[in-house]
Antibody
Framework: QVTLKESGPALVKPTQTLTLTCTFS??????????VSWIRQPPGKALEWLAR???????FYNTSLKTRLTISKGPSENQVVLRMTNMDPVDTATYYC????????????WGQGALVTVSS | DIQMTQSPSTLSAAVGDRVTITCRAS??????LAWYQQKPGKAPKLVIY???TLDIGVPSRFSGSGSGTEFTLTISSLQPDDFATYYC????????FGQGTKVEIK
């Protein structure tokens, strides 16, 4: 059974760095073809893909946010971490992690999401 | 960047209705299109990928078609569980989502 769960602060201040952790089970990110992505959704708005990390540690980023994002594996082998620097109120959103199996960006399993509010 | 445009933004329909949602890409994406269903307060759920392939467990009343720049999601007979927001997503180049289509009760 594949599950993913996001964890991290619910509230961050403007200019701070957000660190979110995705803890997953039911698959291994070491397996060929496995990938994990982060996607966010501002309240009442559409989904926006942020970043992807692959089984071989290749990493890909949304071009408009690339300078602010870092995706990495760990600290445990069933975790993926997303860091986003210089947070702004417009970054207030529910942040999801999702699995990709095989295809490049088809998200077949999603976490429940973590709401992050940016406010002073 | 590839832009995705869905129409309509909101659709009012009754149980049993046939419903069609359109998604247009700003450039040719081949068959690299997925559809997701999202209910309030929940994560999106994969419905269709490669434009017309149903994900495991998705009812056969859902179907997808199209290629290139124009795609459709059809629900042949709307059921109570289908009232939700639907998003298309291209994955020809990275991933971009449409703005969503809310299917509400008429």
């Amino acid at each position: 059974q594949v599950t993913l769960k996001e964890s991290g602060p619910a509230l961050v201040k403007p200019t701070q760095t957000l660190t979110l952790t995705c803890t997953f089970s039911g698959f291994s990110l070491s397996t060929y073809g496995m990938r994990v992505s982060w996607i966010r959704q501002p309240p009442g708005k559409a989904l926006e893909w942020l970043a992807r990390i692959d089984w071989d540690n290749d990493k890909f980023y949304n071009t408009s946010l690339k300078t602010r994002l870092t995706i990495s594996k760990g600290p445990s082998e069933n975790q993926v971490v997303l860091r986003m620097t210089n947070m702004d109120p417009v970054d207030t959103a529910t942040y999801y992690c999702a699995r990709i199996q095989g295809g490049d960006y088809v998200f077949d399993f999603w976490g429940q999401g973590a709401l992050v509010t940016v406010s002073s | 960047d590839i832009q995705m445009t869905q129409s309509p933004s909101t659709l009012s329909a009754a149980v049993g209705d046939r419903v069609t949602i359109t998604c247009r890409a700003s450039q040719n994406i081949g068959y690299w299109l997925a559809w997701y269903q999202q209910k309030p307060g929940k994560a999106p759920k994969l419905v269709i990928y490669t434009a017309s392939t149903l994900d495991i467990g998705v009812p056969s009343r859902f179907s997808g078609s199209g290629s290139g720049t124009e795609f459709t999601l059809t629900i042949s007979s709307l059921q109570p569980d289908d009232f939700a927001t639907y998003y298309c997503q291209q994955y020809k180049t990275y991933a971009t989502f449409g703005q969503g289509t809310k299917v509400e009760i008429k």
